[in-house]
């Protein structure tokens, strides 16, 4: 009983920890009520190896969401090829306008801070290769 206890408290902080939003609107209002970064990733989620594992490594781990939580908005900007994976027109329009903004050369992953004004304060391209440590550090 004790471990499923922990197992529900443990999905509960990644399903609810991080502020994730789904739009950059979204992202710039809570960014900017809360004084808090934005982390902007760029993601194939159904077909980038690395953009699987930044999510599982990075963005699910426990510390992450407890930083994040008081820290990060988070937004993807996901590009899934399989059908069943496809996202609705409106987002799939909003992410190409954001990839056109902020990722023209299409590259997956790309990990983005961004202030409440959408300037970019720190940038990685490929997989970081810190622990999630030293990349929470990076974020501060």
Not at 35 to 61: E, N, V
Request: with cysteine; hydrophobic share 45%; proline share 5%.
């Amino acid at each position: 009983m004790k471990k499923l206890r922990c197992l529900v408290l443990v999905l509960a902080t990644i399903s609810v920890g991080a502020q994730e939003v789904k739009t950059m609107d979204e992202a710039l209002q809570k960014a900017q009520a809360g004084s808090h970064k934005i982390l902007l990733y760029f993601s194939g989620s159904d077909w980038c190896a690395p953009c699987i594992q930044f999510k599982k490594k990075f963005i699910q781990a426990p510390e992450f969401q407890a930083f994040a939580l008081n820290n990060l908005v988070v937004l993807q900007v996901d590009f899934p090829r399989l059908q069943k994976n496809k996202l609705p027109l409106a987002q799939e329009k909003a992410n190409e306008s954001l990839a056109d903004q902020f990722n023209p050369k299409g590259i997956f992953p790309l990990i983005l801070v961004l202030d409440d004004q959408q300037k970019i304060l720190k940038k990685w391209e490929g997989l970081p290769q810190e622990s999630v440590a030293d990349f929470i550090k990076a974020l501060q």
